[in-house]
């Protein structure tokens, strides 16, 4: 499924709203769209074998020398940063 994002025309619920919201209820072609903030607990156990694709990815800022990265994913920073990954033939 893919469909553009809307641009405007966001208003917010009250708390009445928010209260009353069923979002298992909503269809999933309803003309009215939610985005969610939620509070998630996620067990440990699932968290090796899908750490490749996160349940809920979050918008970071990554710092190359942290340990936020794979070994593969540094060695292609590295490789980026050194001008080693696009070297013209001589």
């Given at each position: 499924m893919s469909t553009a994002l809307p641009e405007g025309g966001f208003v917010w619920l009250t708390d009445?709203?928010?209260?009353?919201l069923?979002?298992?209820?909503?269809a999933d072609d309803a003309s009215e769209r939610?985005?969610?903030e939620v509070d998630l607990e996620y067990?440990?156990?699932l968290d090796?074998?899908?750490?490749h694709y996160p349940l809920a990815p979050e918008r970071a800022t990554v710092n190359i020398e942290s340990d936020m990265l794979f070994l593969y994913c540094e060695q292609l920073a590295a490789k980026i940063f050194t001008g080693k990954l696009h070297q013209s033939p001589s």
């Open positions: 009445d709203e928010i209260a009353n069923d979002i298992l209820s909503i939610y985005i969610l067990p440990c156990i090796e074998c899908q750490n």
